[in-house]
């Protein structure tokens, strides 16, 4: 006998919320079919990448644009503008989406669904999560992440960030002074020079049991030299010593400037404007607690 099955977005088989959207998902023929609904004002960056600890997003989409407008907007700093009728190829490059204008957007997705937006609730996540608490270690978690504009320092131009541990407890900015003092020693100089653009960028990371400030800028052409200092409970900022160094949390921002400097500085003939403005809030958007 052969079975027809129907299905309606009105019944969905999963739905995943988020700040100002939602995605509704079903699931057919060994296909996943995703409904994003967002509202005016939303954008990937602010609204859905913190839970998941990501400042772009990674998954590849092809989709159908019914209502809305949005536009997608890469790290090189390429803007895609998605309009109804609108069939769409997002490349699995990290990148943000934000809604244009006062309607709500709603879009299909043919690819990308099972991922998208997803919480870590599958038996592999859950088996390492056992694992990992078997050692000892906490499980991983999201850290919220905040973008608080550029600093000049010793003629360099440094995009600010912080990360925290604790999200409902602001980050101190004026805590970390003396840590980032530290590190600002080991800055070369002067800070442009035929092989260094005197751009980089420093984290304000409020940790478990300490604070970390950390400074990395980009130096002989394609090279990202870091210094770390820590505050840990009680204590006075100091260099890192021995093995300490940058994290997961921290790896997932380097990531994210690795991936701008490349497309700007280095694929665009040094363009250190465009690589500031990836950190501006005109691409990728950090609620900012200045």
């Avoid at 995943?16 to 023929?29: A, H, N, P």
């Avoid at 590190?183 to 100089?189: E, G, I, K, M, Y």
């Avoid at 420093?202 to 478990?208: C, D, F, S």
Wanted: proline share 6%; net charge neutral; hydrophobic share 40%.
């Amino acid at each position: 006998m052969i079975e027809t099955i129907l299905k309606r977005f009105d019944s969905p088989d999963e739905v995943r919320t988020f700040e100002k959207g939602r995605f509704e998902i079903v699931r057919l023929g060994g296909q996943t079919i995703g409904r994003a609904t967002y509202e005016p004002g939303w954008r990937w960056s602010e609204h859905v990448g913190p839970a998941a600890g990501l400042a772009l997003c990674p998954v590849e989409h092809v989709g159908l644009v019914l209502e809305g407008v949005a536009t997608a907007e890469f790290a090189d700093g390429r803007v895609v503008r998605l309009e109804p009728g609108t069939i769409f190829h997002i490349p699995p490059v990290p990148h943000d989406s934000r809604v244009i204008g006062d309607e709500r957007y709603v879009s299909l997705h043919f690819l990308g669904g099972d991922s998208y937006a997803a919480a870590k609730t599958s038996a592999a996540a859950r088996a390492s999560e056992s694992a990992r608490n078997a050692l000892g270690f906490e499980p991983y978690r999201p850290r919220r992440v905040q973008f608080h504009g550029l600093r000049e320092v010793e003629g360099y131009r440094l995009k600010h960030y912080s990360i925290a541990y604790r999200p409902d407890e602001p980050i101190r900015h004026d805590d970390f002074e003396r840590g980032f003092a530290l590190a600002f020693d080991a800055l070369p100089r002067p800070a442009r020079s035929s092989v260094r653009p005197g751009v980089g960028f420093m984290i304000a990371h409020q940790g478990r049991g300490a604070d970390y400030a950390v400074l990395a800028w980009w130096d002989r052409e394609n090279e990202l030299p870091i210094r770390v200092s820590i505050r840990e409970s009680g204590g006075a900022w100091r260099a890192a010593r021995g093995g300490e160094s940058v994290c997961v949390w921290d790896l997932d921002l380097i990531r994210t400037e690795r991936d701008a400097y490349v497309a700007t500085v280095l694929a665009r003939g040094g363009d250190t404007d465009a690589y500031l403005a990836l950190g501006d809030g005109t691409r990728h958007r950090f609620p900012a607690d200045r």
